[in-house]
């Protein structure tokens, strides 16, 4: 099985995470692994209407902006957001990956009118 290998999120600039995001099929990528009941995902879990190259492509893209972390487990290779070691790099952001695209509540809509 293949061998992945993981970037330090110290050497990881934010615009490079900001283009592994600019993707929706990878921000989809992103919620399900960070909504998984165990952490993590075998990437054809993810339920995207892909080919299988190009959900491969989308994984690694992740791994090398250092958000995924991917080992194998027999024959499946599973993924997971390395959530911990983000939040102390780019505080929050995963948190705004959740939140983004969601309806905002009536007060801050009436607010956004009123501005």
Same mark, same amino acid.
Do not use: W
């Given at each position: 099985?293949?061998?992945?290998?993981?970037?330090?999120?110290?050497?990881?600039?934010?615009?490079?995470?900001?283009?592994?995001?600019?993707?929706?099929?990878?921000?989809?990528?992103?919620?399900?692994?960070?909504?998984?009941?165990?952490?993590?995902?075998?990437?054809?879990?993810?339920?995207?209407?892909?080919?299988?190259?190009?959900?491969?492509?989308?994984?690694?893209?992740? *791994?090398?902006? =250092? +958000?995924?972390?991917?080992?194998?487990?027999?024959? $499946?290779?599973?993924?997971?957001? %390395? !959530?911990?070691?983000?939040?102390? *790099?780019?505080? =929050? +952001?995963?948190?705004?990956?959740?939140?983004?695209? $969601?309806?905002?509540?009536?007060? %801050? !809509?009436?607010?956004?009118?009123?501005?």
């Amino acid at each position: 099985m293949k061998a992945y290998t993981h970037p330090s999120l110290s050497d990881v600039p934010l615009a490079l995470v900001m283009q592994a995001l600019s993707d929706p099929c990878r921000i989809a990528i992103v919620r399900a692994l960070l909504s998984a009941p165990a952490g993590e995902l075998a990437c054809n879990a993810v339920p995207l209407k892909i080919s299988k190259a190009t959900r491969s492509h989308h994984f690694t893209v992740l *791994r090398e902006a =250092g +958000l995924a972390f991917t080992r194998t487990d027999g024959t $499946k290779c599973m993924t997971s957001i %390395r !959530r911990p070691e983000f939040e102390d *790099r780019f505080p =929050g +952001l995963l948190d705004l990956i959740l939140q983004a695209d $969601k309806p905002a509540s009536a007060g %801050r !809509r009436k607010a956004a009118a009123l501005s």
